[in-house]
């Protein structure tokens, strides 16, 4: 989900004032304009004003997702652009890999749709939190069927807990609530479940929103790089410059990243221009900044401190 990210130059659509309400169970057949009451508050469907096949999706008043219903590989929000250029660079289309990609955070699968297009035998999960939403997607954009495209509804951290090690090659987390990402899908413990999930020369990426002074993306930077081997960071110049709010992708993996002269070239080539920082530049940039932990847990019900050896049992005043 992004709090921004729309290619620049393109105008927003208007809202669309009005309340579509469908039976219980049921699912929509198509998209249809309007706002929709989902588990987790509403969501917003919104013709494209700039493309007579696209619809836009705001979820609690958050513009969250774009899609293209005639075409799978446009991708309207420039930071998936960048995720796409940083997998393709790895894993290239023409060689048909068989990828196995986990999305945490759904929307409305924009990235899952594109990689299913470029990887025609690629198996993918989205997991999402919000059970209405997942069924209104599957509903709106004829999404691909399992197992080739898994809508799973869950806990992101939950369910990441759950999977077998080794059995994702690409993990992506675009999860956020308001600006940021909750905190437990950004501590060095979710981080080193999220690695045991990935193959040995997996991809770990995220969507780091935030603001000039980038204290969270320099968060998340210093808890990814203590994690991986090899590190990257994609945004573009402003950002980079901490001039503006925005959306910073960082990725991580035990296999060397970013050294494709070819992505570099596709990145400065997009209509938002973006750099990519490698290893050491990521390094720099998280230097000093804390490597994010999951908070002490708190003591048992009914448990009492242990006595240090000798000293006499605790006694209760009368």
Same mark, same amino acid.
């Given at each position: 989900?992004?709090?921004?990210?729309?290619?620049?130059?393109?105008?927003?659509?208007?809202?669309?004032?009005?309340?579509?309400?469908?039976?219980?169970?049921?699912?929509?057949?198509?998209?249809?304009?309007?706002?929709?009451?989902?588990?987790?508050?509403?969501?917003?469907?919104?013709?494209?004003?700039?493309?007579?096949?696209?619809?836009?999706?705001?979820?609690? /008043?958050?513009?969250?997702?774009?899609?293209?219903?005639?075409?799978?590989?446009?991708?309207?929000?420039?930071?998936?652009?960048?995720?796409?250029?940083?997998?393709?660079?790895?894993?290239?289309?023409?060689?048909?890999?068989?990828?196995?990609?986990?999305?945490?955070?759904?929307?409305?699968?924009?990235?899952?749709?594109?990689?299913?297009?470029?990887?025609?035998?690629?198996?993918?999960?989205?997991?999402?939190?919000? /059970?209405?939403?997942?069924?209104?997607?599957?509903?709106?954009?004829?999404?691909?069927?399992?197992?080739?495209?898994?809508?799973?509804?869950?806990?992101?951290?939950?369910?990441?807990?759950?999977?077998?090690?080794?059995?994702?090659?690409?993990?992506?987390?675009?999860?956020?609530?308001?600006?940021?990402?909750?905190?437990?899908?950004?501590?060095?413990?979710?981080?080193?479940?999220?690695?045991?999930?990935?193959?040995?020369?997996?991809?770990?990426?995220?969507?780091?929103?935030?603001?000039?002074?980038?204290?969270?993306?320099?968060?998340?930077?210093?808890?990814?790089?203590?994690?991986?081997?090899?590190?990257?960071?994609?945004?573009?110049?402003?950002?980079?410059? /901490?001039?503006?709010?925005?959306?910073?992708?960082?990725?991580?993996?035990?296999?060397?990243?970013?050294?494709?002269?070819?992505?570099?070239?596709?990145?400065?080539?997009?209509?938002?221009?973006?750099?990519?920082?490698?290893?050491?530049?990521?390094?720099?940039?998280?230097?000093?900044?804390?490597?994010?932990?999951?908070?002490?847990?708190?003591?048992?019900?009914?448990?009492?401190?242990?006595?240090?050896?000798?000293?006499?049992?605790?006694?209760?005043?009368?």
């Amino acid at each position: 989900m992004a709090k921004r990210g729309r290619a620049a130059g393109r105008s927003a659509a208007s809202p669309t004032p009005g309340v579509v309400e469908l039976p219980r169970g049921s699912r929509p057949d198509g998209p249809v304009a309007g706002v929709y009451y989902i588990d987790t508050g509403d969501c917003e469907l919104v013709p494209d004003q700039d493309n007579s096949t696209g619809w836009l999706l705001r979820i609690n /008043g958050v513009m969250s997702s774009h899609i293209d219903l005639a075409d799978p590989l446009f991708l309207d929000f420039e930071y998936m652009r960048w995720i796409a250029a940083l997998v393709e660079s790895r894993w290239p289309p023409a060689d048909r890999p068989r990828l196995r990609a986990l999305h945490l955070g759904g929307g409305a699968c924009s990235l899952a749709r594109y990689f299913h297009a470029a990887y025609p035998e690629a198996r993918q999960v989205v997991v999402e939190l919000d /059970g209405k939403l997942a069924e209104y997607v599957r509903g709106w954009f004829d999404l691909p069927k399992a197992p080739l495209l898994r809508l799973r509804v869950g806990e992101a951290r939950e369910v990441t807990e759950s999977l077998t090690a080794q059995t994702r090659d690409l993990i992506i987390r675009d999860v956020f609530a308001g600006s940021l990402t909750p905190r437990p899908l950004t501590t060095s413990e979710f981080t080193a479940h999220a690695k045991r999930v990935l193959a040995p020369d997996g991809i770990y990426v995220v969507n780091s929103g935030d603001a000039p002074a980038l204290a969270n993306a320099r968060e998340d930077a210093a808890t990814i790089a203590a994690a991986f081997a090899h590190a990257v960071i994609i945004a573009d110049p402003a950002m980079l410059k /901490g001039r503006r709010y925005g959306n910073m992708i960082i990725a991580g993996s035990d296999a060397p990243l970013g050294a494709d002269p070819g992505l570099a070239r596709r990145l400065l080539g997009g209509a938002v221009p973006a750099h990519i920082w490698d290893d050491a530049k990521v390094r720099a940039f998280a230097a000093g900044a804390m490597v994010r932990h999951d908070p002490p847990a708190p003591p048992a019900l009914g448990a009492q401190a242990a006595a240090p050896p000798g000293a006499p049992p605790s006694s209760t005043a009368p």
